[in-house]
């Protein structure tokens, strides 16, 4: 049974920080790439960011040099540490991750950026 728990959402306004936290069970979570992505209202979910059972970062292109992915093995936790924050990065965002080549999503925690 794999859940994935997304924390650490809420209002804030442009140019403020934010970190996410992502608790991972029923993943062999060290082995696991861990990404995180978004979606607003009336639109696509989109990747925001990756990182390998290695360590190795990947960004879109919108977040990148803004935001960070990490990862504490040790607590089971990926986070995502956003930083001057714009509107456009109002979104819902999920957790995510695969086993056995299917894809498991935590529930969301929501992003809202004011201007």
């Known amino acids: 049974q794999v859940q994935l728990v997304e924390s650490g959402g809420g209002l804030v306004q442009a140019g403020g920080s934010l970190r996410l936290s992502c608790a991972a069970s029923?993943?062999?979570?060290?082995?696991?790439?861990m990404a995180w992505y978004r979606q607003a209202p009336g639109k696509q979910r989109e990747l925001v960011a990756t990182?390998?059972?290695?360590?190795?970062?990947n960004y879109a292109d919108s977040v990148k040099g803004r935001f960070t992915i990490s990862r504490d093995n040790a607590k089971n936790t990926v986070y995502l540490q956003m930083n001057s924050l714009k509107p456009e990065d109002t979104a819902v965002y999920y957790c995510?991750?695969?086993?056995?080549?299917?894809?498991?999503w935590g529930k969301g925690t929501l992003v809202t950026v004011s201007s």
């Open positions: 029923g993943v062999n979570f060290e082995f696991n790439a």
């Open positions: 990182i390998t059972s290695g360590f190795s970062t």
């Open positions: 995510n991750t695969k086993k056995f080549f299917r894809d498991y």
